[in-house]
């Protein structure tokens, strides 16, 4: 499974959400998309973080722990 972070410089958010995968197993791609901004032409989201399941955008912000598990493991 294709599980992408859609990140900025400084998100503790972001933090958040790579700890509860951390805590899942979930491996995952962490993108800047200060320093990749095509991803937001794709993926158009005002807040961090993203989070991309199998090239699609499923959360921004952090979400409700048991929402992540029924995504990542259906």
Do not use: H, R, W
């Not at 499974?1 to 972001?14: D, E, I, R």
């Not at 807040?47 to 952090?62: D, Q, R, V």
């Amino acid at each position: 499974m294709k599980v992408q972070v859609l990140t900025t410089p400084g998100c503790s958010n972001c933090i958040v959400l790579e700890k509860m995968l951390d805590v899942l197993g979930v491996s995952y791609d962490l993108i800047d998309v200060t320093e990749n901004p095509s991803y937001l032409e794709k993926y158009p989201i005002f807040t961090a973080p993203g989070l991309i399941i199998e090239e699609k955008l499923e959360f921004t912000g952090i979400p409700k722990t048991d929402e992540l598990k029924k995504k990542l493991f259906p």
